[in-house]
């Protein structure tokens, strides 16, 4: 072979291997552990009866993960967190100390898992003045322990892209979630993302399933990621090679777990992470993942309605919180934001529609059904995306509606179908998108 016909090949073969490299999706993963220590005296969230009292051990640590997507000049991430949710300052705090990378308030979703065993977001509110046992204490190291954390995982995720195939798949599963208010709606649909690398090597399983993580209740004490945190565990185990996996949680105001066991609580999240784990293994087996050329995302910010109490809030969380009628309103000026950033992305087949907050599932299917009627194969609500705002109804189930998730709907009657109608609005653009 001549110089001339040797060096003619290997130009051609660096073209083919660079356009390859330029037309499809790249991407890298990581994770870090987010458990603060225990010395730090911080409470845990979900309950009010904890009334601010210092969690009292690690039983198993919590995690925030980060899976970065890229295509030249553009990307995005997903963070999954073990953690109950996030105040409205997290999100801002963690973007400006990473915006000059090219990172903004529209390519970065945060989804936690909404544990009841790990953080209590007043905690890591900076608004938070209240100095209220019930509601939480704000503590400032632990925000900059957090946001300390959550800054170098996406620096360690914000680079060495590797080219990916993707693929979803979702499931009906029957028996293992239903509708705490006894309403009809329960969404029994698991839905699995499966990146893998270009040589088949597992890099990272994302899985959406809707339900509380409550097996703890306000009596335990000690830090766990609750059942998503053995859900990841477990798969990780099952699939090997390094794999790393994300779960996030979906339209889960109203969904709880269903699980027939007399153990007590930090034993029925081993049990039931292992089997939601065991379910997602099963469909991750199943897909195929192809190249993908292309992602899309979409950001709004929206206002919201003027705040509200429930007529029924002094009865339940008015009681759990120490609240009453004069200081609801204080609490709600204080804590509530007045508008909300909105956001979905597209990856392959998938659309993941962000909802600041717990949204009830008959709204979750409605979001969803709406977007799969227009033509997105996979749709799934990112329950508790970037902040919590507080419980999300329909007008019917605020209005005629009796307990807790009623009692802390924040923003009236109409907050459901404002919230809903502009998740359809942000992500349907993308269906059509490559």
């Known amino acids: ?30 994770s870090i552990d987010i458990t603060p220590p225990i010395e730090m005296k911080y409470t845990l969230g979900g309950y009010g009866e904890r009334m601010n009292k210092p969690a009292t051990a690690i039983h198993d640590h919590i995690w925030a993960k980060a899976l970065v997507v890229k295509k030249d000049k553009r990307k995005y991430a997903i963070i999954t967190l073990d953690i109950l949710g996030l105040p409205t300052n997290v999100k801002s705090d963690l973007i400006q100390r990473i915006s000059g990378l090219g990172w903004t308030m529209e390519n970065v979703m945060l989804l936690p898992s909404h544990s009841h065993g790990s953080l209590e977001m007043a905690a890591l509110n900076s608004k938070n003045l209240l ?24 620096k360690a995720a914000d680079q060495n892209y590797q080219l990916v195939k993707i693929g979803t798949a979702c499931q009906i599963l029957e028996g293992l979630n239903r509708n705490r208010r006894k309403d009809p709606d329960v969404d029994k649909e698991m839905t699995v993302t499966r990146i893998d690398l270009n040589d088949g090597k597992p890099l990272a399983i994302l899985v959406n399933w809707t339900a509380h993580p409550t ?5 335990d004490m000690q830090v766990s990621a609750e059942w998503p945190g053995y859900l990841q565990s477990e798969i990780q185990n099952l699939i090997g090679n390094g ?39 099963e469909i991750y087996q199943e897909i195929k993942p192809n190249p993908v050329k292309d992602f899309s995302s979409t950001y709004n910010t929206i206002t919201l309605p003027e705040h509200a109490a429930h007529p029924s809030f002094m009865k339940t969380g008015g009681e759990e919180y120490g609240l009453d ?14 508008e909300v950033g909105m956001g979905a992305v597209k990856i392959g087949d ?32 990112g329950g ?51």
């Open 1 to 30: 072979m001549s110089v001339r016909l040797f060096i003619y090949g290997l130009l051609l073969f660096l073209i083919v291997s660079l356009n390859s490299y330029g037309e499809n999706l790249t991407a890298h993963v990581a």
């Open 131 to 154: 100095n209220s046992p019930q509601l939480g204490l704000f503590q400032p190291e632990l925000l900059a322990f957090l946001l300390d954390k959550l800054e170098a995982l996406v």
């Open 215 to 219: 097996f703890l209740g306000g009596q």
């Open 243 to 281: 794999v790393t996996a994300m779960y996030y949680n979906g339209a889960e105001g109203d969904q709880s777990p269903i699980l027939d066991s007399s153990q007590d609580g930090y034993e029925k999240i081993q049990i039931y992470g292992k089997k939601i784990a065991a379910k997602a293994f």
């Open 325 to 338: 009628e004069n200081t609801v309103k204080i609490v709600m000026d204080m804590l509530g934001p007045k």
């Open 350 to 381: 998938l659309i993941i529609a962000g909802i600041p907050g717990e949204l009830t599932a008959e709204l979750g299917l409605q979001v969803k059904n709406s977007l799969k009627n227009s033509g997105s194969k996979y749709v799934t609500i």
């Open 384 to 434: 508790l995306a970037n902040e919590w705002i507080s419980y999300i109804l329909t007008r019917d189930q605020y209005i005629h509606g009796e307990g807790y998730e009623s009692s802390v709907s924040f923003y009236g009657p109409g907050l459901g179908e404002l919230i809903s109608t502009e998740a359809i609005k942000t992500s349907k653009p993308l269906i059509h998108q490559q």
